[in-house]
Structures are given as structure tokens and as C-alpha cells.
């Protein structure tokens, strides 16, 4: 068995969440910040994660057990609305006295934080269940 | 006819296939367009052919939890194996060395 | 790869099978000539040096990443162990029933 290539998928794993973790902290973080004069509104992200082959090798010859290694982008979420909030003094109030805030949904965030960080950690126990394969098959013999 | 040895490895090695398929599966837990995967085991000759990785077509959800509980319990299988091979060379020892195990 | 039972089994005339450990056989050496002790070490001496370099072999494999399980490299190193230890009592036995043998003479 190749010890190299599971621990490989488990820090890929690791490292997918963790940009969930990042795409749901940086949402929260912009969830009152407005387009002030000449810059966009804060579109959120979603970290979108797809799988690749462990390598080209791999692909070119065939190989029947696809052993796939996570990668994770972050990418604009898709169909969310401006949320607008009726605030007259406000520096970006626009003529109807509207001002216009991310479409941030702050439970869904933090759901996604929870769940990112539980997934980490059980790719973290994976990483560590490997290691102790490793170790435990050299400690055969004594 | 296997020996013990030959037969505990062969069960050690699908432990090895199986703790792959338990990491795959809990690193592409959130993977868009991922097919769980699984062993097949050859039911015609059940341990004579080593099992081979499947995609899982079976539509029930698994937790995180379960994923977690296999991949401790075939963690334990491998552990006992390797453990047991260690006792019953120590006794082959014992017995062609008397003197000093 | 022979064992080091195997090749005392085949010293002793005892019907080996195909099982390396799970039929154990005592070690013992029959009264051969003195001559003979030699060359029955030196010919289990090559069995010996074969397992052990088979489990060398198998450990490469391992490091060079080729497709060896790991427990199947300690298996052999263990096996190799196994096969010295069983080599060593063989040595000793042939020495002491060499001396008794040579004591009788006198």
C-alpha cells in the first residue's frame, strides 16, 4: 500500500475545507460592508471543491483505481440578492435613502464553519490513522 | 492451501485497500461529481481473489460518523492481525531457540 | 524462499508440507561422519543467505515504492530472524554431537 499517496488525499482534504472554513469566514467578515463610492458591492464566495487524479501518470496509464486528490477554489456564489436595509443618513444611502449589503446568509455561513471544521478533523484522524498503519506494519517483528 | 502467514498478510493487505477507500471517501466527502467507492468482494471465492475497488451505487447516505466508525474499526482488524503475527513468530522463535526466545 | 525448519525437516528425513512455520520440527542432527558437518552447514548456510536476501530484496522494494505490502517486508525480515536463530542451533547441535562423537573415540 501506498502510505505517501493516502496521506496525500487526507492533507488535500484538510486543505479543501479549510478554504470553505476561509470562503464562510470571509463572508461573515463583509456581512455589513457596503459598496462605498466607486467600488462594487461584496459578492461572497463559495469555495467549490473538485476532484483531480493523483497524476498524469496515472491517467495516461489507465489506472482502474481513480484515487482522487480534493481541490478546492473559491468562486462567487451564485443567485444571491443584495440585501437592502432603508438608512437615510448613510454615507452610501443612495437617492431613496436604500443602502445595500451583501447577501450574506449568516446562519449558512456558520453552518458551513461547523461542518468544514468537523470534515478537517476527520481528514486530520484519516491522516493519522495512516501513520499508524505505517508504524504499526514496521513493528511486526518486535 | 495458504499458510497462516500467507493468509494473515492477505487479510492485512485488504485492510490496507480498505483504509484507502475510507480516506478517498472521507477527503472527498464534499467533492462535487464524487462516487463513493467501496470493496467488492468476489462471492464466488471469498478470500481466494483479493476484493476489488467499486464505485458504491448504494443510495443511502452515509455520515461522517459512519465513515469515521470504519475507518476505526478496520484500523483495529489491521492492528490484531499485525499483533498476532508478531505472538506467532515469537512462538516459532520460542520453539527453534529454545533457550533464548 | 526456504525456511530454516524447512531445511532442518529436510535434514531429519522428516516429511516436510508446504507450510514454512506451522509444522515445526525440533532440531536435531543426525550422527553423521565429520565430513559431512561441513557440508550441511555450508549447504543450509545458502538457504539461510537466500531467505535473508529475499527479505533484503522485499525491504528495497518497500522504500523504492513497488508494489510490496509492508507487513509482507517484515514478514520476511522476521522470517530471515527466524531462519538465523534456527541456523544458529543447528551450528550448535552439530558441534556438540561432533564433540560427543569424538569423545567416544577416546
Given at each position: 500500500?501506498?502510505?505517501?499517496?493516502?496521506?496525500?488525499?487526507?492533507?488535500?482534504g484538510?486543505?479543501?475545507q479549510?478554504?470553505?472554513?476561509?470562503a464562510a469566514?470571509?463572508?461573515?467578515?463583509?456581512i455589513?460592508?457596503?459598496?462605498?463610492?466607486?467600488?462594487?458591492?461584496?459578492?461572497?464566495?463559495?469555495?467549490?471543491?473538485?476532484?483531480?487524479?493523483?497524476?498524469?501518470?496515472?491517467?495516461?496509464?489507465?489506472?482502474?483505481?481513480?484515487?482522487?486528490?480534493?481541490?478546492?477554489?473559491?468562486?462567487?456564489?451564485?443567485?444571491?440578492?443584495?440585501?437592502?436595509?432603508?438608512?437615510?443618513?448613510?454615507?452610501?444611502?443612495?437617492s431613496?435613502?436604500?443602502?445595500?449589503?451583501?447577501?450574506i446568509?449568516?446562519?449558512?455561513?456558520?453552518?458551513?464553519?461547523?461542518?468544514?471544521?468537523?470534515?478537517?478533523?476527520a481528514?486530520?484522524?484519516?491522516l493519522?490513522?495512516?501513520?499508524?498503519?505505517?508504524?504499526?506494519?514496521?513493528?511486526?517483528?518486535? | 492451501?495458504?499458510?497462516?502467514?500467507?493468509?494473515?498478510?492477505?487479510?492485512?493487505?485488504?485492510?490496507?485497500?480498505?483504509h484507502?477507500?475510507?480516506?478517498?471517501?472521507?477527503?472527498?466527502?464534499?467533492?462535487?461529481?464524487?462516487?463513493?467507492?467501496?470493496?467488492?468482494?468476489?462471492?464466488?471465492?471469498?478470500?481466494a481473489?483479493?476484493?476489488?475497488?467499486?464505485?458504491?451505487?448504494?443510495?443511502?447516505?452515509?455520515?461522517?460518523?459512519q465513515?469515521?466508525?470504519?475507518?476505526?474499526?478496520n484500523?483495529?482488524?489491521y492492528?490484531?492481525?499485525?499483533?498476532?503475527?508478531?505472538?506467532?513468530?515469537?512462538?516459532?522463535?520460542?520453539?527453534?531457540?529454545?533457550?533464548?526466545? | 524462499?526456504?525456511?530454516?525448519?524447512?531445511?532442518?525437516?529436510?535434514?531429519?528425513?522428516?516429511?516436510?508440507?508446504?507450510?514454512t512455520?506451522?509444522?515445526?520440527?525440533?532440531?536435531?542432527?543426525?550422527?553423521a561422519?565429520?565430513?559431512?558437518?561441513a557440508?550441511?552447514?555450508a549447504?543450509?548456510?545458502?538457504?539461510?543467505?537466500?531467505?535473508?536476501?529475499?527479505?533484503?530484496?522485499?525491504?528495497?522494494?518497500?522504500?523504492?515504492?513497488?508494489?510490496?505490502?509492508?507487513?509482507?517486508?517484515?514478514i520476511?525480515?522476521?522470517?530471515?530472524?527466524?531462519?538465523?536463530?534456527?541456523?544458529?542451533?543447528?551450528?550448535?547441535?552439530?558441534?556438540?554431537?561432533?564433540?560427543?562423537?569424538?569423545?567416544?573415540?577416546?
Amino acid at each position: 500500500m501506498d502510505y505517501f499517496k493516502a496521506i496525500e488525499i487526507s492533507a488535500a482534504g484538510m486543505a479543501a475545507q479549510q478554504a470553505r472554513v476561509e470562503a464562510a469566514t470571509l463572508n461573515l467578515a463583509n456581512i455589513n460592508t457596503t459598496a462605498t463610492r466607486g467600488s462594487p458591492l461584496y459578492q461572497p464566495v463559495t469555495a467549490v471543491i473538485t476532484s483531480a487524479p493523483t497524476s498524469f501518470t496515472q491517467v495516461l496509464s489507465g489506472s482502474s483505481r481513480p484515487l482522487v486528490i480534493p481541490r478546492a477554489t473559491l468562486v462567487p456564489q451564485a443567485g444571491t440578492t443584495p440585501r437592502t436595509v432603508y438608512e437615510p443618513g448613510h454615507p452610501d444611502a443612495d437617492s431613496a435613502g436604500m443602502v445595500a449589503y451583501p447577501g450574506i446568509d449568516h446562519t449558512r455561513e456558520m453552518m458551513t464553519v461547523m461542518t468544514a471544521l468537523r470534515a478537517y478533523e476527520a481528514n486530520l484522524a484519516a491522516l493519522q490513522a495512516t501513520k499508524s498503519l505505517a508504524v504499526r506494519a514496521l513493528e511486526i517483528g518486535s | 492451501m495458504p499458510t497462516v502467514i500467507e493468509q494473515i498478510s492477505a487479510a492485512m493487505s485488504v485492510c490496507n485497500l480498505q483504509h484507502q477507500v475510507n480516506v478517498a471517501n472521507i477527503a472527498n466527502r464534499d467533492t462535487q461529481g464524487y462516487q463513493r467507492m467501496k470493496l467488492h468482494f468476489d462471492r464466488a471465492m471469498s478470500g481466494a481473489e483479493p476484493p476489488s475497488v467499486v464505485t458504491d451505487r448504494s443510495v443511502a447516505p452515509v455520515t461522517l460518523e459512519q465513515d469515521l466508525v470504519a475507518m476505526s474499526n478496520n484500523l483495529l482488524q489491521y492492528e490484531t492481525m499485525a499483533r498476532a503475527l508478531g505472538r506467532y513468530f515469537s512462538i516459532i522463535a520460542v520453539i527453534t531457540n529454545p533457550n533464548r526466545g | 524462499m526456504q525456511s530454516g525448519i524447512e531445511a532442518i525437516a529436510a535434514l531429519t528425513g522428516a516429511q516436510g508440507t508446504a507450510a514454512t512455520f506451522d509444522t515445526p520440527q525440533g532440531v536435531s542432527a543426525g550422527t553423521a561422519a565429520p565430513g559431512l558437518f561441513a557440508n550441511m552447514l555450508a549447504s543450509k548456510f545458502q538457504d539461510l543467505n537466500s531467505s535473508v536476501s529475499a527479505a533484503e530484496a522485499t525491504l528495497g522494494a518497500v522504500a523504492t515504492g513497488k508494489g510490496v505490502e509492508p507487513q509482507d517486508a517484515m514478514i520476511g525480515m522476521e522470517r530471515a530472524r527466524i531462519s538465523v536463530l534456527t541456523f544458529v542451533q543447528l551450528r550448535n547441535k552439530l558441534v556438540e554431537s561432533y564433540q560427543d562423537v569424538m569423545r567416544m573415540q577416546l
